[in-house]
């Protein structure tokens, strides 16, 4: 990550990504406030939600997909890594009484 600075409501960065000895190259165009790879290195999950599948050099936008808007959280990771358990709410953090929707997502 780099690049880190207030973006929006919290500190979020540049997420690059690097295979070996070459050179980092930028996943997103965004900037990003959370990561989580998945035990075997095939799934980069970032916020807004996005995964990108590093084998095949696709990332998927599943907040659009799914329709989950921001602010999202990974709150717990199955042993396996495979499930996520998400939540979001309408503040970024720090929020007081504000509701929170709970999500599960499934990775191949």
């Known amino acids: 990550m780099e690049d880190c600075g207030d973006r929006g409501d ?14 980092p190259v930028r996943i997103d165009v965004d900037y990003t406030g959370w990561v989580f790879v998945t035990p075997d290195a095939r799934y980069i ?12 050099w ?3 936008a599943l907040s659009k997909a799914l329709q989950i808007p921001n602010y999202t ?3 717990a990771i199955s042993r396996d890594g495979k499930r996520l358990f998400i939540s979001r709410s309408d503040c970024a953090m720090d929020c007081k009484d504000v509701r929170r929707e709970y999500y599960q997502l499934t990775l191949p």
Do not use: H, M, S
Request: proline share 3%; hydrophobic share 40%.
């Open 73 to 75: 959280d990974i709150e």
């Open 58 to 60: 696709k990332q998927y």
């Open 10 to 23: 919290f500190t979020r960065c540049q997420l690059l990504f690097q295979r070996g000895r070459a050179a």
């Open 45 to 56: 999950v970032q916020e807004p939600l996005y995964v990108l599948n590093v084998q095949e």
